[in-house]
């Protein structure tokens, strides 16, 4: 059983960084303001098997981090902490060990009914390391970010069953056979 | 690489058994006019995590079986034939090794470049099992075939890139992770 610690939206078209919000509303599109809402988007470098901009099922609404991952990204970058805003996350939970390993398949349950889907890791690309050098005013520190995030820089999730999520929720974690 | 032996719709609301068609439109909700189109669909029993007829996202709507498992389900019923209409499937494919056993988030990829994701092994269920005990006219008939077609029944897919799809189809598979 986890928490949710935050929820966070990009609802600034000019960056990914996510900013702290009551609650979040799940459509079967993603949460309605955000950066990544929509039952399609283009295919990018991550979906080879597409020619890029190609309009594909969009299985990456919804990005989570833990609290426990981003403290161990951070002590491997000797920083005081990593934020979730910083990492363009959607939610910050706190007791899901190793939130980012867990399978694809896994669904999220929350009080309301609610219900995500885990679509898997969410491989570290090098805009969070930017942002962390400009905020922790050190040069090349970016250069820190990619390795030191590997397998815990959070996972990206799909929506099964519409609701809301609150500040504050538990997470039911379903691990499908 | 496989080969689409035929595609085939359940466009008869009176049934689930699906017909020949030369091709099926891949739209991201499925097969139009197909009794699995749609994006959302009720959760039933499968998906116990939700209360029956909930509204969640639909990820079961494209079935495919194989030549080759349909004729080892054959073989263990002691029949001459078990034809894809009769199990509802939507593609009969052939050369796709232990296509029943696929990973979920195996991807399809077919010559105008649709492209499915597996969702995973379609449990056997009784209804199939009925059909063909009609068929045959012979008594209890229906009993052998859920153990027949355990890991043989096929496959649940979803709709990634939409396109059409046509008998004749080459299907690239691609593994990933």
Redesign the interface.
């Known amino acids: 059983m986890g928490t949710v610690q935050f929820v966070l939206l990009a609802d600034d078209p000019s960056t990914f960084i996510t900013r702290v919000v009551p609650f979040i509303d799940i459509e079967?599109a993603g949460i309605p303001g955000d950066r990544h809402y929509g039952?399609?988007r283009p295919?990018d470098s991550r979906q080879k098997?597409?020619?890029r901009g190609?309009?594909?099922?969009n299985r990456r609404q919804i990005s989570i981090v833990s609290e426990e991952e981003c403290a161990l990204i951070a002590e491997k970058m000797n920083i005081p902490e990593v934020r979730p805003e910083w990492l363009g996350a959607n939610m910050l939970v706190r007791g899901i060990d190793q939130l980012t390993e867990l399978p694809?398949?896994t669904?999220l349950?929350f009080p309301d009914?609610t219900?995500l889907?885990c679509e898997?890791e969410n491989l570290p690309c090098l805009h969070p390391g930017k942002v962390i050098e400009q905020v922790y005013e050190q040069d090349g520190l970016r250069k820190k970010f990619v390795p030191a995030a590997r397998k815990k820089r959070g996972i990206v999730c799909?929506?099964?069953?519409?609701g809301v999520i609150h500040t504050g929720d538990t997470i039911e974690v379903?691990r499908l056979s």
């Open positions: 079967l039952l399609l295919a098997i597409y020619k190609t309009p594909i099922a694809a398949g669904r349950l009914g219900g889907i898997g799909s929506v099964e069953r519409e379903i």
